[in-house]
């Protein structure tokens, strides 16, 4: 059976809204001749935004694989697939603000960086210890839900701070 594991909401639209409030300003003050510009750079950046935020994993009885989109393989992001059997540990390594970033590890020493932003997490990693039999205790969100959270509503709070000095 296929399962879909689509990029974590709390993820989407931290990044979506940070991007809107970061942005929204720029066409209503842009000078009058670069309104054009700044409105389609507005529109192409937001559609951006909302593509690469677009990634998932797939899971089936024989693979995992992590598909992304178009623009995002444009800049260096690529699609992968591995197959359970190949998966021989999982490798985790420390980031500098402090969490884990987990890696498949194949048997030809090949990395795959294990997707930690995905809905229904929990089965995920139910799914990736039944096909691996590794060890699953490390696995956990790279962040905590809450920060994505926390920037989604400051983000908000810049928009609605923007529109009322805007109409102000």
């Known amino acids: 059976m296929i399962e879909k594991f ?4 709390f993820v ?3 990044l979506i809204s940070l991007y809107l409030a970061l942005t929204v300003p720029i066409p209503f003050i842009s000078n009058e001749n670069l309104k054009i510009l700044s409105i389609s750079s507005f529109v192409l950046g937001l559609l ?3 593509n690469i935020t677009d990634d998932y994993v797939n899971t089936c009885d024989n693979k995992i694989s992590y598909k992304t989109s178009y623009i995002s393989k444009m800049f260096g992001k690529k699609n992968w697939e591995i197959s359970w059997k190949d998966i021989k540990l999982i490798k985790s390594l420390p980031t500098s603000q402090g969490s884990k970033v987990h890696y498949f590890i ?6 795959f960086l294990v997707p930690q932003r995905v809905e229904n997490f929990e089965r ?8 691996t039999k590794l060890n699953i205790e490390e696995l956990s969100y790279i962040s ?5 959270k926390l920037l989604t509503l400051i983000s908000i709070f810049m928009i609605i701070g ?3 000095a805007f109409i102000i």
């Open 144 to 148: 905590p839900l809450w920060t994505y």
């Open 48 to 50: 951006f935004i909302i």
């Open 124 to 131: 995920f990693i139910s799914i990736v210890e039944e096909k």
């Open 6 to 9: 689509k990029t974590l909401v």
């Open 12 to 14: 989407k639209s931290s």
């Open 106 to 111: 194949s048997n030809k020493n090949e990395s």
């Open 162 to 164: 923007e529109i009322i």
